[in-house]
Every structure is written in C-alpha cells, then in structure tokens.
C-alpha cells in the first residue's frame, strides 16, 4: 500500500494544530495568572490568539478555525467561566476572518495581519456586548479596548514573524 503525500502533509497539520491548540491553553492559563494595572474591565493582552495566527500561516483557515474553537470553549471553560464563551467566539470570528482576508495582502507582515485581527477581535467583543445588551453606548468601550489589542497584537506578530520560519521548516 502506498502512501500518499498528501496524507502526510494532513497528518503534520493535524499534530501542528494540535500542538497549537496546547499551546493557546497553555497562553490562556498563563493570561488568567496575569493582572493587568488598567481601569478597563474584562480587559486581556490575547496572548492564546498567537496560536491561531500561526495555525492559520502555518496550516490554513480552516485548521485556524478549529485551532480558534479549542481555545474558544475549553479556555472559557477553564478559566473564564462559560459566560464568556460567546465573546471569545465572536471576537475570534472576526479576527480570524480579517486575518484570513489580509495575510495574503503583498507586503503584509505577520505583524500588521496580528494587528488588524487583534482590534477586529475587540470590536467583535464589544458590538455583541452591545447587541445583546441593547446598550449602544458601550461602542465607547471599542476605543480603549482596540488600543490594547493593538499594542498586544503587534507583539503576538512580531513573535510570530519570528516563529513562523523556524515551524515552517519543521513541517
């Protein structure tokens, strides 16, 4: 029996994923032990989101999603409480679909693509906050929190620009 090539390079991605899947936890467990000396609640630095973007550089969108959605239901559910569930997936959500829209984008660094996922991530947040609140007012919020996101998501990037060729030749 042979095998083929492409079983292979599936297999890598799913141990990938499955490594970054640990790692997003890992960075999930490590942000809850972190208390950040800002006035802005529910306020975090995202790190676990550095998983995502390197299983969508490394492996693609739809091995992102799935490395997203690990990190989305088994955080929440260790660490932040099921209630947060529903932000952690619409932030990622939108995060993961501008990343996806952008990485791709000539010139664009894995550093502006963490940038723009990271205040899309935190605009996500704050507009289903806002929705299910039926609060427009809390849109205030996206400001301070996109800034924060911002900052945090040019150094996940930057990290990830660092990374990426080490675990590309390791793939």
Known sequence: MTRSPDRGANLRRLCA???????????SWVESLIPLPLPLPGVKLGLA??????????C?????????LV???LSSLLFAGLGALPYALCGGCLALLIMS????????????????GAAA????QVLLG????????????????????????A?????AGKALPLMRRAL
């Open 130 to 153: 806002a929705l299910l609140t039926r609060t427009p007012s809390l849109l205030l919020y996206a400001t301070p929190l996109m800034l924060v996101g911002v900052l945090t998501g």
């Open 101 to 116: 829209l952008l990485r791709d984008v000539p010139g664009l660094s894995p550093v502006g693509v963490s940038v723009a």
């Open 155 to 159: 150094l996940l990037g930057f990290i």
């Open 17 to 27: 994923c499955a490594l970054l899947g640990a790692l997003a936890l890992i960075l």
């Open 121 to 124: 991530h935190g605009l996500g």
């Open 71 to 73: 990190k989305a239901f």
């Open 49 to 58: 989101n550095l998983a995502v973007l390197l299983a969508l550089e490394l």
């Open 60 to 68: 693609g969108r739809g091995w992102a999603a799935l490395v997203l």
